[in-house]
């Protein structure tokens, strides 16, 4: 019944920023567990941004990869979690994918992509120099 829909892909050079979205629908639970992930051809998909929260209050983690350059944010009440991509480089190319989880991720290992029964379709991000 979980759907979600990113939005803010786009075309961009290197050292802009782009902000990406994701509306979720029917996600319920008061406490929201979401993440961002990339993925480039023959590659796996890799954990770049978690949070998880409720109300105004939320936990943010990020990949060392983007660390200090992206910030993810969750808005529980209009169930949106956004990230705000500043600095952006030729290697953050990617198709991004939204996640969501019931549950909190075991152990605390929110990059494993296992750990997500929730899934958007993906919005390309394209960095050139």
């Known amino acids: 019944q979980v759907q979600l829909v990113e939005s803010g892909g786009d075309s961009v050079q290197a050292g802009g920023s782009l902000r990406l979205s994701c509306t979720a629908s029917?996600?319920?639970?008061?406490?929201?567990?979401m993440a961002w992930f990339r993925q480039v051809p023959e590659k796996e998909r890799e954990g770049v941004a978690y949070v998880a929260g409720s109300g105004d209050i939320w936990y943010a983690a990020y990949s060392e990869s983007v660390k200090g350059r992206f910030i993810a944010s969750l808005d529980n009440a209009k169930n949106t979690v956004d990230l705000q991509m500043n600095s952006l480089k030729p290697e953050d190319s990617a198709m991004y994918y939204c996640?969501?989880?019931?549950?909190?991720?075991?152990?605390?290992?929110?990059?494993?992509?296992?750990?997500?029964?929730?899934w958007g379709q993906g919005t390309q991000v394209i960095v050139s120099s």
């Open positions: 029917g996600y319920t639970s008061d406490t929201k567990y």
């Open positions: 996640a969501a989880s019931s549950f909190p991720p075991p152990g605390g290992d929110w990059s494993r992509e296992e750990n997500y029964n929730y």
